[in-house]
């Protein structure tokens, strides 16, 4: 079975500081991993995503995040935070599964609130 | 790409009333997952089609929930007899069905509120 543990429920930043959200998994498989962003009364937007190729993935809006198979840690990093970043994130993990497609599962999310 | 289309947006409703959700995915994506997201927590997988065959449905799918994609291509998400704890985001999902995993496209959601 999969699950996802994101370490904070909320962090707040000032605007052009960097920006860390934390993430660890547990997978029986080689998993794939998603970020997502959900602005308020909003669907979820993909972020960035890793399917097993490069480690260090690059995402939109200047997101990144790193894959560490010995930490099992998939932490979302931005270098400098805009106002436009506040939102809730969230850490998605998925298992090829054939009955199931590639049925996601979710962190609890990281609200982010962004300081002027 | 016009994106996964769900309504409506909003549906406020009694408890003991019947609610329908329809769902139009993108329009090559031959898979479609619906998921439930209630109030500071993340969304949870409730059932998934590969074309118009429903694959999975996961236990918190109650006998009153109902799930169907007749051609293959939009989706309907029927509550019965709706009860206060449905009250939630509901959200559509859709993706190309290939052997690497492809990321869902997710609508805007039907918030449901059960008065």
């Known amino acids: 079975a999969q699950s996802v543990t994101q370490l904070d429920s909320h962090v707040s930043v000032s605007e052009g500081t960097p920006v860390l959200l934390r993430c660890n998994y547990s997978s029986s498989y080689s998993p794939s991993l998603f970020w997502y962003v959900q602005h308020p009364n909003k669907g979820l937007q993909l972020l960035l995503k890793y399917t097993s190729a490069a480690t260090l993935v690059k995402g939109i809006n200047g997101f990144e995040a790193e894959f560490k198979k010995s930490e099992t840690s998939f932490h979302l990093t931005k270098p400098s935070a805009h106002m436009s970043d506040a939102a809730e994130y969230f850490c998605v993990v998925s298992e090829p599964n054939k009955a199931a497609g590639n049925k996601l599962t979710f962190g609890g999310g990281t609200r982010v609130l962004v300081k002027p | 790409d016009t994106g996964v289309s769900q309504n409506p947006r909003h549906k406020i409703t009694k408890r003991g009333q019947n609610v329908t959700f329809r769902c139009d995915p993108i329009s090559e994506h031959n898979r ?57 985001m509901y959200l559509c999902a859709s993706s190309l069905g290939r052997t690497a995993p492809e990321p869902q496209h997710f609508g805007d959601g039907t918030r449901l509120s059960i008065l």
């Open chain 2, 32 to 88: 479609l997952y619906w998921y439930r997201q209630t109030l500071g927590q993340g969304p949870e997988f409730l059932t998934y089609f590969q074309n118009e065959a429903q694959l999975e449905k996961s236990r918190l799918l109650s006998d009153r929930f109902s799930a169907e994609r007749p051609k293959g291509s939009f989706s309907t998400l029927e509550i019965q007899r709706t009860e206060q704890g449905d009250s939630a």
